[in-house]
């Protein structure tokens, strides 16, 4: 019986302890409760953890800012920003800062666009950054009195020349020699001789034996008289120097790119191909040449030559019915048009051309030569034997007048004999009248009579030659 009544005080024990479970999915338990709390804590947690960090990120952004600000402003203090002047700019130019220099010549030119003195600096600065196309085009637009212009030209021309564009180079130093004030400026003649100078230097890279020989003659025309022999000198070394054409063509290339219709550069770059023995590429330079310039003899003169050394005889047919008027006055188109002639079998005819080259110029061995060859095949010895003589004799007066060229270069500086000096130029002056170089014959008299004025020999020669230079003969 107690048994019994234990076992239901047990029953009543489990009831009592189950209806509690009974409700478990209306009401959390204590631990499910507790469990809770803690994550709804730990979310609380993260959202202002993370609230923290943005205001941390936000302090060390500020404190980041206020330091660059700090170190600017201390910078400042302790260097002070350059001013606005040209003695700046020319310090900033000096030592290599140009963009700084730009910067300050331009605020300048903002103030005053029409100061000539800041134009040229804005000119300089830019050709000290190799912008040299850019340094020319504000040069030329400088005015000014004919000494200003004729500087602002003369830089424009040379920075063109860097820049590559040969013909806005050559149009600049032409403009140069193109100012003739109605009073003598003293400044100008040196900036024209300089202009010459440079000119002559392009005609002679350039194989431009006409201009080249213009422009120094009016060289030694406007040189002071203890420096005639320079532009004289110039003109026989022409004839003896000769450029390497693997320079000369890495030194043209760039400019024909840059200026497709610069013919004079093309027509070089062909004669340069040619003798670097690129037969291609100098045919596709010279059959341009007289396509764009039908009328010029000097273009005829190279492509006659390109097609004598590498031409075919359909080419060569069609060159020799296409021969302008123009190139009639060309011995050495002659010349080439009876070497082409002959390469047709056309003897009679080469021969006749051979003729007129001689007639145009008797002071060339290379044409009396040609003559000589040409008259043996048709057969007339006794007049081939006679030009092939002449022919040897004016050679043998060249090699003579390269000896005496030689000399000069050699001892020239050193001699401080005046009567030495002046024997040697007369030398180089009668060689020079005896294969027909009356202008350089004359030019070495003069010379000769700088060095001595009362040397008989050379006043003599001197008057014979004037009568020869006012007809007009070389």
């Not at 070394?237 to 290339?253: C, F, G, K, T, W």
């Not at 770059?269 to 330079?285: D, F, K, P, Q, V």
Request: charged share 25%; net charge negative; aromatic share 8%.
């Amino acid at each position: 019986m107690a048994d019994q009544v234990s076992n239901e005080k047990k029953d009543e024990a489990l009831e009592s302890h189950d209806q509690p479970n009974a409700a478990a999915g209306q009401q959390p338990t204590a631990a499910q409760t507790a469990a809770t709390a803690d994550g709804v804590a730990e979310a609380g947690l993260s959202e202002q953890a993370r609230a923290q960090g943005a205001k941390y990120l936000v302090a060390i952004a500020v404190v980041v800012f206020l330091v660059i600000g700090s170190v600017v402003a201390w910078n400042a203090l302790r260097q002070p920003s350059v001013p606005v002047t040209p003695a700046a700019a020319e310090e900033l130019l000096r030592v290599g800062q140009f963009a700084e220099a730009d910067q300050i010549v331009r605020q300048l030119l903002e103030r005053e666009p029409e100061n000539i003195e800041y134009q040229i600096l804005l000119a300089r600065v830019l050709a000290a950054q190799e912008r040299y196309k850019e340094a020319a085009e504000v040069l030329e637009q400088i005015q000014g009195s004919p000494l200003v212009r004729a500087r602002v030209l003369f830089r424009a021309g040379q920075a063109w020349l860097e820049a590559r564009y040969r013909r806005k180079a050559e149009d600049c130093f032409k403009q140069v020699l193109a100012l003739r004030p109605k009073q003598a400026i003293v400044g100008l003649p040196e900036i024209q001789q300089a202009a010459r100078r440079e000119l002559a230097g392009m005609y002679a890279l350039e194989r431009r034996r006409p201009d080249f020989r213009r422009i120094t003659w009016e060289a030694y025309q406007n040189e002071l008289p203890e420096r005639r022999h320079e532009p004289l000198a110039s003109r026989l070394r022409y004839e003896v120097e000769m450029v390497d054409p693997s320079v000369a063509i890495a030194q043209l290339e760039p400019a024909i790119e840059l200026d497709p219709k610069d013919v004079y550069t093309r027509r070089a770059l062909g004669i340069y191909h040619l003798e670097a023995a690129n037969a291609s590429e100098a045919r596709g330079y010279l059959i341009r040449c007289v396509q764009e310039a039908p009328n010029d003899p000097i273009m005829w003169e190279a492509w006659l030559r390109c097609l004598a050394r590498v031409g075919e005889s359909i080419q060569i047919e069609r060159a020799l019915s296409q021969i302008p008027k123009a190139a009639e006055s060309s011995d050495v188109c002659w010349r080439f048009r009876a070497q082409l002639l002959s390469v047709l079998g056309r003897s009679k005819e080469a021969a006749e051309a051979a003729q007129q080259a001689v007639k145009l110029n008797p002071w060339s061995s290379e044409n009396h030569y040609q003559l000589g060859q040409m008259l043996m095949r048709i057969g007339k010895q006794e007049q081939a034997q006679q030009h092939i003589a002449r022919s040897k004799e004016l050679q043998e007066i060249w090699d003579k007048l390269l000896e005496q060229f030689a000399r000069f270069r050699n001892e020239w500086d050193v001699l401080a004999d005046e009567q030495a000096r002046c024997d040697l130029a007369y030398q180089i002056g009668q060689y020079c009248e005896q294969i027909g170089w009356f202008r350089d014959a004359y030019g070495w008299y003069d010379v000769a009579l700088n060095q001595v004025p009362t040397h008989t020999p050379s006043i003599a020669a001197r008057e014979r030659l004037q009568a020869k230079l006012e007809e007009g003969n070389e």
